[in-house]
């Protein structure tokens, strides 16, 4: 896929189209439509009532759980898709370019972010991207490659929901006060259609929002990864070379001791 022009992939409009239309609108549908129907499984003929606050049946709780469940589904389905567009090399190329910080003074920033261990193609084979998606230690088993993948993608996932929940829980929690029916001091009663109305338009927005965080984060860290290979290609012939021309001195002064051992034994 071409790189320039007015469709090419450092476009504004096809990152706009990629990142929020294709990826965030149809992740936050998909969202909604598996909250509203989980909500519709656990409230619609539930005989207890549905409380903002109270139990067993709290929306407050049940908005909170379900932030850092889809966070991270929707960070892990990402990774494998986008992951594959960026392995055919289909992905958009960010207009913007944020500098890898050095690795010395940022060891933690590098292992976040999996700076090593970005996706870039060998081959257009789905079994090489499999294996260069999972296994970042090969002398390690298979299960010991998923499980650190998943550690991975659960820590830099996690810390994406809480940052999104800081923002988008509170708001959510006002609304739905303004919404319910006031029970007693503090708490709030919903009934009919509205929680799962309530969770539908919570899924999508979710899925708006993290999708395109998901994707930005992926997009960067495989431009690093390549700068990063770049640098240490750059640093292997270098030192190669400092090899080969330590190796061409040593021979030379090899060579001129030799001569100079010769030329002592005519003149003696």
Known sequence: MKSEGFLGRKSWLFNFCYIFVIHGVVSGIIAGGVEFAIAYGMYHKNSQPILLWGFPNTLSGDCALSLFIQVG???ACEEILVGWD??????????????????????????????????????????????????????????FN????????????????????????????????????????????????????????????????????????ILLRDNWH??????????????EKGVDQASANDTSTGDTNVDEADQSTTNN
Not at 133 to 140: E, I, S, T
Not at 174 to 189: C, E, M, R
Request: some cysteine; glycine content about 6%.
């Open 146 to 217: 998923l499980f650190a993948w998943f550690v991975s993608k659960l820590i830099i996932s996690m810390i994406t929901a809480a940052m999104i929940w800081f923002w988008v829980w509170p708001v959510t929690m006002g609304i739905l006060a303004g919404i319910g029916t006031k029970v007693g001091s503090h708490d709030y009663q919903f009934h009919g259609w509205a929680p799962q109305i309530m969770k539908l338009i919570y899924g999508f927005v979710l899925g708006l929002m993290s999708s395109p965080l998901a994707i930005i984060v």
């Open 73 to 75: 589904v929707t960070w």
């Open 86 to 143: 960026c392995y055919l090399e289909n992905t958009p190329i960010l207009p913007f370019e944020i500098e890898l910080p050095d690795e010395p003074g940022h060891k933690l920033f590098w292992r976040l972010f999996e700076v090593k261990h970005g996706i870039l193609r060998e081959d257009r084979s789905f079994r090489s991207y499999i294996r260069k998606q999972f296994v970042r230690y090969p002398n390690r088993t298979k299960l």
């Open 226 to 239: 390549l700068k990063y290979k770049e640098t240490a290609n750059i640093t292997s012939t270098t030192n």
